[in-house]
T-cell receptor, first 113, second 112 residues
Framework: AQSVTQPDIHITVSEGASLELRCNYS??????LFWYVQSPGQGLQLLLK??????LVQGIKGFEAEFKRSQSSFNLRKPSVHWSDAAEYFC???????????FGSGTQLTVLP | NAGVTQTPKFRVLKTGQSMTLLCAQD?????MYWYRQDPGMGLRLIHY???????AKGEVPDGYNVSRLKKQNFLLGLESAAPSQTSVYFC???????????FGSGTQLSVL
């Protein structure tokens, strides 16, 4: 069975600092991987996705993620965090179909001024 | 530019009461989904629909029913609410099955 682990429940960074959110997955074949962001009071919004090809994928809002097959990881990064990035971030894995998508439990990001 | 709209945004029910959550999308999407989000857990799929007039069970369907009589609307019903159904409910839609999901802003439901 597929699964997703986001080891960090809560991360706090200062504005302007770099950010890395961890995501580890378990999946039997080449996975489809996603990062979604949930701002307070809002629904989830897709940041980026990986299906195949270049293992470094660029997303919206200056985020990027790197697929590392050997480590079963898909970590999200941003070189300089803005206060508006404070939100909850979800990693998800699946075979491509939304009905078979498994979401991680989320990482809450707090940004200090 | 509404996207996916959920109503109501908040609701408090007593155990045993019934209610219907409405999800409406204006993007002509074929696929629609209902998820629940609980603290410390990721989103879990309740039911989904691959087109008008179709519905199917997801990961956690017990205690819920759905209907998709019109392409733009996907209704989630609770016939006899239980405290275990206290959660935040999200509706989502997509044009194709492998395309990105568009989410509504959620419904906070409390069952006392």
């Amino acid at each position: 069975a597929q699964s997703v682990t986001q080891p960090d429940i809560h991360i706090t960074v200062s504005e302007g600092a770099s950010l890395e959110l961890r995501c580890n997955y378990s999946y039997g074949a080449t996975p489809y991987l996603f990062w979604y962001v949930q701002s307070p009071g809002q629904g989830l919004q897709l940041l980026l996705k990986y299906f195949s090809g270049d293992t470094l994928v660029q997303g919206i809002k200056g985020f990027e993620a790197e697929f590392k097959r050997s480590q079963s990881s898909f970590n999200l990064r941003k070189p300089s965090v803005h206060w508006s990035d404070a939100a909850e971030y979800f990693c998800a894995v699946g075979p491509g179909s939304a009905r078979q998508l498994t979401f991680g439990s989320g990482t809450q990001l707090t940004v200090l001024p | 530019n509404a996207g996916v709209t959920q109503t109501p945004k908040f609701r408090v029910l007593k155990t045993g009461q019934s209610m219907t959550l409405l999800c409406a999308q204006d993007m002509n999407h074929e696929y629609m989904y209902w998820y629940r989000q609980d603290p410390g857990m990721g989103l879990r799929l309740i039911h989904y629909s691959v087109g008008e007039g179709t519905t199917a069970k997801g990961e956690v369907p017990d205690g819920y029913n759905v209907s998709r009589l019109k392409k733009q609307n996907f209704l989630l019903g609770l016939e006899s609410a239980a405290p275990s159904q206290t959660s935040v409910y999200f509706c989502a839609s997509s044009y194709l099955e492998r395309e990105k999901l568009f989410f509504g802003s959620g419904t906070q439901l409390s069952v006392l």
